[in-house]
């Protein structure tokens, strides 16, 4: 039925997602982004609350045999709006129009995606719950999922459950891979600053250098990592920013670096947090130097619920066939602010594979041929997860 249902819809989807490519916005500031969808959403006859968290928005349609008084259960679809504050290098026809915004994290064909599965959905409403389509800002930035629930989102909009696709190159195009519990990173920032009486090159013993307890710290802290932790379990630690000195011959009075921790364990975590803390400790009383650290949580594990899990295989499974889904998939070391959705309401996050540069590429272009595929997981959920028979289920 949805395929029959997309080859009349195909064109507009496409259109949707020329449009909204030509226009990306950064992180809080989608503003023509939120208002396109909004107004798709009115059109399809949902009901559209605005300026949630900023810029997010949320659409909701009950089924036939849901009332206002009884909504049955609730499912929710999660979608990204923002773009990346990048150059697009890819040369389409529907290029960015703005030279230092492009969507090269395919949020675009995300935003598409459930909007052909809510077109759908609102003309074959024979379901009986409810479904909502989370529309929300600045996942670039890790922090618009948190801004959507502080401003009351599953207050105002309770859910039982929630579900969230991303494209990946890690898969063949068009398989579609379920990770069974952690399905991406959590991520913090690790923020140093090493301190030291600064002195000349040639007399090293008369000061304390900081740019040599940089460099020992760096080193420790990454040959520790691979001695403390399983190595089955994933976790790294990875520093892109050290900066100290002014010239060559002077040893400097402060470094800076800077660095992200990822994993996807807890306690991995956990104990990569306390390395980093003993790591400093050391190197303070070996080179004499004074060091602060700090981290700051960013996102948690993006967590997938066993029995969330089940159904997306299963829908997967419907769509696309059992030979095209990929159970317990590989997590992946990005992180996504997802989990902070996912830690509230039970949830599962999947991936479709596509071909080409990675998201973030200069060169990235989202595959198209996602859209149908994870438009009717989409809407086999909704009329599987939200049958009345489920009401008495509970989510382990």
């Not at 396109?36 to 949630?52: M, S």
């Not at 909701?60 to 697009?88: C, W, Y």
């Not at 675009?108 to 909502?132: I, N, P, Q």
């Not at 399905?183 to 030291?196: C, E, G, K, Q, Y």
């Amino acid at each position: 039925m949805f395929t029959k249902w997309y080859s009349s819809q195909k064109a507009t989807s496409h259109d949707w997602l020329h449009t909204l490519h030509r226009h990306p916005e950064t992180g809080f500031e989608e503003i023509r982004t939120a208002a396109f969808v909004a107004e798709r959403l009115t059109e399809f006859g949902y009901d559209v609350t605005t300026a949630i968290g900023g810029t997010g928005l949320v659409g909701t349609l009950h089924g036939s045999k849901a009332s206002r008084n009884a909504l049955g259960r609730i499912v929710a679809f999660r979608a990204e709006l923002d773009a990346l504050p990048m150059q697009e290098a890819a040369k389409l026809d529907y290029a960015s129009t703005d030279p230092a915004r492009f969507h090269g994290c395919g949020h675009d064909g995300h935003m598409v995606t459930a909007l052909t599965a809510a077109a759908y959905l609102a003309k074959h409403r024979d379901f009986d719950g409810t479904v909502r389509f989370i529309f929300q800002p600045a996942e670039e930035l890790l922090t618009g999922a948190r801004a959507m629930i502080t401003d009351g989102l599953f207050d105002r909009f309770p859910c039982d459950e929630i579900y969230a696709l991303h494209n990946s190159p890690d898969l063949p195009a068009g398989q579609v891979g379920v990770p069974t519990t952690a399905a991406l990173s959590s991520a913090d920032n690790i923020d140093i600053t090493i301190r030291a009486n600064g002195a000349h090159g040639s007399m090293p013993h008369t000061g304390e250098d900081a740019i040599a307890a940089a460099a020992h710290l760096i080193t420790s802290v990454q040959q520790a990592a691979t001695r403390l932790i399983d190595a089955r379990a994933a976790g790294v630690i990875s520093f892109g920013l050290l900066h100290g000195g002014t010239a060559r011959n002077i040893l400097p009075d402060t470094v800076r670096i800077e660095g992200t921790m990822r994993t996807t364990s807890e306690t991995v975590r956990n104990r990569l947090a306390d390395m980093l803390q003993d790591a400093v400790r050391a190197t303070e009383l070996l080179f004499g130097v004074l060091i602060e650290i700090g981290i700051e949580t960013v996102t948690p594990v993006t967590t997938n619920n066993p029995t969330c899990v089940a159904a997306a295989v299963s829908a997967a499974t419907r769509v696309v066939g059992a030979d095209r889904v990929t159970e317990n998939a590989r997590s992946l070391m990005a992180s996504e602010d997802f989990a902070e959705l996912s830690a509230r309401v039970p949830g599962a996050y999947f991936f479709i594979g596509q071909s080409g540069p990675a998201p973030h590429h200069p060169e990235f272009v989202f595959d198209t041929d996602i859209i149908p595929v994870g438009a009717a997981i989409f809407a086999d959920l909704a009329k599987h997860r939200t049958s009345v028979s489920l009401n008495s289920h509970h989510l382990t």
